[in-house]
């Protein structure tokens, strides 16, 4: 795996050095992560590229694990810029966009520009949508230790609470200044109301993936998603809770890929 980084203007004008890593070879795949941060994904990055012919790139969202987070980047439309001119500045094709919880509601945003440089997107366990009947619960109220048990099948909570007790000081850190970004990209609800009456327009090939588990964001949150995305599936893995690329990489890398293969654009050579 490495690690560049790369000049960037945001849509607002924002200058900055994305950091990016980059792992494997094959069919492009832009996975963006979550508030946990890019640590949440890496792992999953690399197993998926040992496990298909999939070039991987994971960028950090600025502001997260202690990069610059310019003042005029606060919102989730213009992170989804950020990685529209990305894919334009690496003149990257054939690109299925996966994200998981603030990264699925990212992913969402991409795939409403309608860029022609995605071939198609899966969202995991996506915050982004407003519900009155099941609200994203409040992230910034819960103490680490409620965060993993509403985050995680029961099979995996013990070992997750393991790990997150056993984290140095300097991980705790950037886990707070994670939590700051989040918020400011976010906002408490987690939510964008006007987003549901604006999915019917996206029109890239959509797989909607969630953990039967996840008690952060409901699964009736990707059946919403699935129902308002035209042709969208909705893929629920039943051992899962909100971070299926840790608790099931396995069963996550075979739907991300079945999907993506399916959907690949065939260029000519």
């Given at each position: 795996m490495?690690?560049?980084?790369?000049?960037?203007t945001?849509?607002?004008?924002a200058?900055?050095?994305?950091?990016?890593?980059?792992?494997?070879?094959?069919?492009?795949?832009?996975?963006?992560?979550?508030?946990?941060?890019?640590?949440?994904?890496?792992g999953?990055?690399?197993?998926?590229?040992?496990?298909?012919?999939?070039?991987?790139?994971?960028?950090?969202?600025?502001?997260?694990?202690?990069?610059?987070?310019?003042?005029?980047?606060?919102?989730?439309?213009e992170?989804?810029?950020?990685?529209?001119?990305?894919?334009?500045?690496?003149?990257?094709?054939?690109?299925?966009?996966?994200?998981?919880?603030?990264?699925?509601?990212i992913?969402?945003?991409?795939a409403?520009?309608?860029?022609?440089?995605?071939?198609?997107?899966?969202?995991?366990?996506?915050?982004?949508?407003?519900?009155?009947?099941?609200?994203?619960?409040d992230?910034f109220?819960?103490?680490?230790?409620?965060?993993v048990d509403?985050?995680?099948?029961s099979?995996?909570?013990?070992?997750?609470?393991?790990?997150?007790?056993?984290?140095?000081?300097?991980a705790r850190?950037t886990?707070?200044?994670?939590?700051s970004?989040l918020?400011?990209?976010?906002?408490?609800?987690m939510?964008?109301p006007?987003?549901?009456?604006?999915?019917?327009?996206?029109?890239?090939?959509?797989l909607?993936?969630?953990?039967?588990?996840?008690?952060i964001?409901?699964?009736s949150h990707?059946?919403?998603?699935?129902?308002?995305?035209?042709g969208?599936?909705?893929?629920?893995?039943?051992?899962?809770?909100?971070?299926?690329?840790?608790?099931?990489?396995?069963?996550?890398?075979?739907?991300?890929?079945d999907?993506?293969?399916?959907?690949?654009?065939?260029?000519?050579?």
């Open positions: 490495t690690t560049t980084t790369h000049p960037i945001s849509p607002s004008g200058r900055l050095d994305l950091r990016v890593t980059e792992t494997g070879n094959g069919h492009l795949v832009l996975l963006l992560h979550g508030g946990a941060g890019p640590a949440s994904v890496s999953f990055a690399t197993h998926l590229a040992d496990r298909f012919p999939a070039r991987v790139l994971v960028p950090t969202h600025p502001g997260f694990d202690g990069t610059d987070r310019p003042d005029a980047l606060t919102s989730v439309n992170l989804a810029g950020l990685y529209l001119r990305l894919l334009d500045n690496l003149d990257l094709h054939d690109v299925t966009v996966v994200g998981n919880s603030l990264g699925g509601w992913a969402a945003e991409m409403l520009a309608h860029s022609d440089r995605m071939s198609s997107v899966v969202l995991v366990d996506a915050v982004g949508l407003a519900s009155s009947s099941d609200p994203i619960v992230f109220s819960l103490t680490m230790d409620e965060v509403l985050s995680y099948h099979s995996h909570r013990a070992a997750a609470r393991a790990a997150q007790q056993a984290l140095p000081d300097a850190a886990m707070a200044g994670n939590r970004a918020l400011t990209y976010g906002g408490v609800s939510a964008d006007a987003l549901a009456g604006r999915l019917p327009s996206i029109t890239a090939p959509t909607v993936v969630w953990g039967a588990a996840d008690r964001v409901a699964p990707g059946r919403a998603y699935a129902d308002g995305i035209p969208a599936t909705l893929q629920v893995i039943e051992e899962a809770g909100h971070l299926p690329q840790i608790e099931t990489p396995d069963v996550l890398a075979d739907a991300i890929w999907f993506a293969d399916r959907h690949a654009v065939a260029r000519p050579a």
